[in-house]
């Protein structure tokens, strides 16, 4: 990362869509990747695996699922995601999360 980077609050950067979830990105490294991921209420990550990932919630309800185990979500929770883990998320309400992995 070439500079500090200052997001004073993160509502003016995540994005809620009707055409589903629209990742943005606040760092991406060869090694790291953090991003802001919004969701409204029924809208889904399908399952998927990927690199050791942490999410997390800062707003809504939901459940994450990793390797089939659902965990309930809310905000203040976070989910550490071990490497190559299947992982999605459904949305009972409109859900924020922000969410770090490695590359």
Do not use: C
Not at 27 to 34: D, K, P, R
Not at 49 to 78: C, K, S
């Amino acid at each position: 990362m070439s500079q500090t980077k200052l997001y004073p609050n993160w509502q003016d950067v995540i994005v809620f869509s009707p055409d589903g979830p629209q990742p943005q990105k606040l760092l991406e490294t060869e090694a790291l990747m953090a991003v802001l991921v919004g969701l409204e209420a029924g809208q889904k990550i399908p399952p998927h695996p990927a690199p050791t990932a942490v999410y997390h919630f800062l707003e809504g309800n939901g459940w994450m699922i990793v390797d089939g185990e659902r965990l309930a979500v809310q905000p203040g929770a976070t989910v550490v995601a071990p490497d190559g883990a299947t992982r999605g998320i459904e949305a009972e309400t409109r859900l924020a999360i922000l969410a770090t992995r490695t590359a």
